[in-house]
């Protein structure tokens, strides 16, 4: 059973930046693609960011693309979200999410999830 663990989050103005950071329970996260997801109040789950297991490949929202930057560190079990120039509308909870094999933009073909750090962006 693979156990994710998020951090980072909390309340930022606009224009700031964050880190959120996603640690893994199990030797296997190297051999897993990540991904981050979000959800604000009343929206539904939305694709953010994704990496493959050795960190060649990624892929991102076009909202976020040139703001965000997904890494990884199979060393540590972790995957990273960096998030620059945030916005409000980017206010929301962040998940972690990974799967084995190659990385998906959809939530619906992950395995595992983390519980969630909440981001806040004020403007």
């Known amino acids: 059973q693979v156990q994710l663990v998020e951090s980072g989050g909390g309340l930022v103005q606009a224009g700031g930046s964050l880190r959120l950071s996603c640690a893994a329970s199990a030797s296997i996260f190297s051999n897993y693609a990540m991904a981050w997801f979000r959800q604000s109040p009343g929206k539904e789950r939305e694709f953010v960011a994704a990496?493959?297991?050795?960190?060649?490949?990624?892929d991102y929202t076009d909202s976020v693309k040139g703001r965000f930057s997904i890494s990884r560190d199979n060393a540590k079990n972790t995957v990273y979200l960096q998030m620059n120039s945030l916005k409000p509308d980017d206010t929301a909870v962040y998940y972690c999410a990974g799967r084995p094999g190659v990385l998906r933009t959809s939530g619906g073909l992950y395995n595992y999830w983390g519980q969630g750090t909440q981001v806040t962006v004020s403007s």
């Open positions: 990496i493959n297991w050795s960190g060649g490949t990624t």
